[in-house]
T-cell receptor, first 115, second 111 residues
Framework: DGGITQSPKYLFRKEGQNVTLSCEQN?????MYWYRQDPGQGLRLIYY???????QKGDIAEGYSVSREKKESFPLTVTSAQKNPTAFYLC??????????????FGPGTRLTVL | GEDVEQSLFLSVREGDSSVINCTYT??????LYWYKQEPGAGLQLLTY?????DMKQDQRLTVLLNKKDKHLSLRIADTQTGDSAIYFC???????????FGAGTTVTVRA
């Protein structure tokens, strides 16, 4: 089955700890994205990557870091510098080749709670 | 997304039609999207419309686009309890592959 997987589904972190959220896709998509979702605020873009070994900051990148060493993987690290990390995190990917290059497909999400 | 606006809540009776409205600001948007999010899940692409179209129908879903007013709507015919979810409108500005999302409309279907 082709798709996007995120793990873990639920994650708990103590204050001051870094934590890494996994995102993997087997859709052969070039671009990948990380969003944060808070109640009533829709989705806000954290980081995105158009190709391997390249990524750009989104609207709320402070306190987060990413890497894109492989086409299928785009892990997100939530660092201790992120002031309010408790949220639902969504990963997405899109195909930058051919038609409908902007259509993004989403993973099931990871809910991060800071204790 | 401050560029895309939606009403936050909609309550509809089972069997009636639901209409979810969205306004956007970027007149150069290429595609406009509707996504559905069920509780605790990711976003599921429902449908999209290309900016040179006025209407698109897909089974129970009808998308209407008024480019002059920058207004997009999603109509769900014969709304069922399984349609209860948050619906997000998103625009894709041309020359920018990032999507701008609205805050989402929570649709509640009552018996």
């Amino acid at each position: 089955d082709g798709g996007i997987t995120q793990s873990p589904k639920y994650l708990f972190r103590k204050e001051g700890q870094n934590v890494t959220l996994s995102c993997e896709q087997n859709l052969n998509h070039d671009a990948m994205y990380w969003y944060r979702q808070d109640p009533g605020q829709g989705l806000r873009l954290i980081y995105y990557s158009q190709i391997v070994n390249d990524f750009q900051k989104g609207d709320i990148a402070e306190g987060y870091s990413v890497s894109r060493e492989k086409k299928e993987s785009f892990p997100l690290t939530v660092t201790s510098a992120q002031k309010n990390p408790t949220a639902f995190y969504l990963c997405a990917s899109s195909n930058r080749q051919g038609v409908h290059t902007d259509t993004q497909y989403f993973g099931p999400g990871t809910r991060l709670t800071v204790l | 997304g401050e560029d895309v606006e939606q009403s936050l809540f909609l309550s509809v009776r089972e069997g009636d039609s639901s209409v979810i409205n969205c306004t956007y600001t970027d007149s150069s948007s290429t595609y406009l999207y509707w996504y559905k999010q069920e509780p605790g899940a990711g976003l599921q692409l429902l449908t999209y419309i290309f900016s040179n179209m006025d209407m698109k129908q897909d089974q129970r879903l009808t998308v209407l686009l008024n480019k002059k007013d920058k207004h997009l709507s999603l109509r769900i015919a014969d709304t069922q309890t399984g349609d209860s979810a948050i619906y997000f409108c998103a625009e894709s500005p041309s020359n920018d592959y990032k999507l701008s999302f609205g805050a989402g409309t929570t649709v509640t279907v009552r018996a």
